[in-house]
């Protein structure tokens, strides 16, 4: 049931709150406050502003080691002891009923929603993490009786929902939201475990006006935006077998500085002198005054072989209208460090890297994020800078800065640095505070890394 | 113990064919890096100033690639990093030396006082990172797995809980020349943050059993792993070196494991952020958009890099709710 207004959703309520099932609420019993509180000025050191969500997760109830479930699955709900509580104003001490419980199957055994998954697990089913992504569009304030909405964003999903500020999301799809025994459970990681195909929840909320309890069923709105258009090739020639088309979305920051890569669509096989392309990006990095460009190019065979020549603006003040932009023929370049284009090498590259710095692999967590800062406009060297700036890098050379200055001189410019270089180093090395990666950026300088 | 000498020789060929290899599996992998429903940042209009951060060698590191990336957003914002330790992190807030101390540790009592008697309020302490720390064995140790439990078992001078000692690695499940080799349990002394962090968080508390070798700094720790394969010892991961393994973590024996590089990963020790917050002011522009992009996704990406784990967005928005930020959800 799509809630259409308000009158609607009131009389659904009186219909469903008849229902007889107990909701277990988590909550303080005495008192609506928040647990982010930050206007504390008695003296008390062992809870300090911004610790709230951590005094919580690592205090006895979660901590996987000395916690009361220990010795079994430290996120097993059986151990867990659930509160009684009631929502401000309702008037069933203890419980709070679920105004329909088919609509929450998991609510009625028992079980803290904190069994489903490891609180430490992140949730995303979607395969491409960057989609799929879903948002209601109020700012909120998360609260142990729920997530409280503060603000509502005209034109979005939680307006036409009819939900105002002053309401209380109690729970999606039946997971109860805000800070629960301590615990922080936000609606956004809720959206994204509980949204359907079209973004379709439904939450549980207490209405302001009344604090009646209510199903609202919302379509969420995507967050991520699709900007769409096509490549023309300037030559007539026909494209490499295998080709490889990338398209970028990029942020032109200040004249002179590099722009920053914030959206990229990677298009295997194209052939034809036009290729249709759809990028999607998240609007929340487009802003009113911002300068936002397309960049193309293709690649065969890690070589790549056509490329924009111009900026193409895009996104301009808000708009997004399709863009056609054409590509011209590539001069061979002669790099030993792999085109942007090339996942492959650049893979090699990072592995190699890691191997003669740490010596070790990269994680694939490690090697996910290279693989999307340099999707993002950061240059291959940056790997290098960074893991010469790495504290595992500082490790191997014993936490000491001559031997750490000499490795990097040796990796960097190929040789042990002579006594006069080693001081000018070590001068430097002092210079830049103890941040590694500057010594290594002035290195790389000097011998002309880019 | 001869045959138990690790072998320290690694060969390039080996090493060559575990790139390669390495290559082609992450190839296709569809790892998801951070949280990806932390806050993505969107950059402001005409951001000028400058930020001062003082303390931790640990976290220092990590903000320089912070300070990297929000410099490339805000060519116009100066940013300096100076490591001085923990020690300085909170007095240098105090002070108003820094804008943002940068802790490897808790905050002490004196050093929240000397803040408190300054301002009135309490500082704010942000938690953007976190450490993971390592169980290391030898590598040629066939066990690859460890619970709480058995940590308890090996480490505490009395588990409790109804657990017995661990002292050989065939308690663990070890078998073969394995089985009858005693643990040699490797520690630092107890007055060592990381210690006292592991004897909080893993043992209750609890004393550490008496026998446990005490080395003189975790490079020393680590070593003694390497040089002697029935150790055991708990360190910072950054710390590993290739005659040493980290082992996954389960929370009971048989379970599954979670790997050290994984979200899941529960032994971590938080890298904090001091932040002066007036509860009744909001902070200045730039230090609300410094800490958003430290909260973001971007910022996130960057622990990673650093070598450590990320936060999750559950975390990050309280963090952002502690400093005033609101959240579009």
Redesign the interface.
Known sequence: MKRNSLTTALACICLTMTASTAFAVITNPTQNQTQ?N????Q???TM???????NST?GTNN????GPT??????NPTNQNPQSNTLPGTTVPGTVPNPNPNLYPNQNDGRNRVDTI???????S??N??QN?W????????LDIG?KI??V?PGLAAQRAGLEAGDLIVGVNGYQVGYING???????E??RNADAQGWVTLLVQNVKDKTLMNVPVQLDSRMSTLKGSIALQTQQQLPPNSVAVIELR?V??NG??P?TFATKRIENVSGYSIPFEIDY?P????S??NYVVFASIASNGQEVYRTAQNYPVLQQGTNRPVAITVQTTKPTYQQIPTPID??AQ??QI??WF?QYL????????????L??IQ?GYPMSQVQL?LA????FF??C??DPQTYVTKVHELLVGRVPNTAEMDYWLARYNAQ??????LAREIQDAVGIR | MKSFRPNTIRAKTL?SI???L??AT??N?????????L??Y????GLKGSITMIGS??I??VA??WA?GFR????DVQI?????GSVNAIPAVTSGEATFGLLSRQ?Q?EE??AF?AKY????????PAQEPIAIFVHKDNPISTIS??Q??SIFAANPG?GLSTIKTWGELGATGQWEKAPILAQGRSNTTGSQVYFQG????GEAFRADMKSNEN??TLVQAIAADPRSIGFV???????EVKPLAFV??PG?TPV?I??????LVR?LEII?N?N??QNLPVIQEEFLKYVLSR?GQ?SV????FTPI????A???R????L????
């Open positions: 982010t930050q206007t504390q000025q003296f008390n050191p300090l502003p911004g610790q709230e969500f951590y690592q901590n996987p080691f000395f220990f010795n079994t699955n430290p996120f490891p609180s430490t697990q992140f949730h995303n979607a395969t993490p960057d992504r948002r209601l569009g109020v700012y909120s304030k998360d997530c503060m603000d964003v615990e922080l459970y936000d609606c956004a990681t959206f994204e942020e920051i200040q500085s590099a920053v998240d929340a990095h487009i802003s005054y911002g996942k492959n893979i090699a592995v190699k191997n010596s070790r692999d990269p994680s694939d967590r490690e090697l996910a994020v290279w999307s800062a993002q960074e700036g790495h504290t595992q490790n191997r014993n936490r505070n103890g941040i590694r990666s500057d | 090493l575990a790139a390669l390495v290559t992450l190839a992998a569809q790892e998801i890096a951070v949280d990806p429903t806050p993505v969107q950059r402001v209009e060698d640990t220092a590191q320089a690639t990297d490339k957003l805000y060519p300096q990093i100076q490591v001085t905050p009592q929240v006082q408190h009135g309020y309490l500082p704010t302490v942000l938690t709480p439990a940590l308890r809980k968080l893993v043992l209750g975790n490079l910072g991961l950054d710390y590993a070196v290739p929370y009971q379970g790997d590089h994984t979200a899941g990963y529960p938080p932040v917050k509860p009744t971007s990406e990673v890099r650093g070598g999750q967005s559950n975390a928005l309280s963090a709710a502690a400093v005033g609101k959240t579009l959800q």
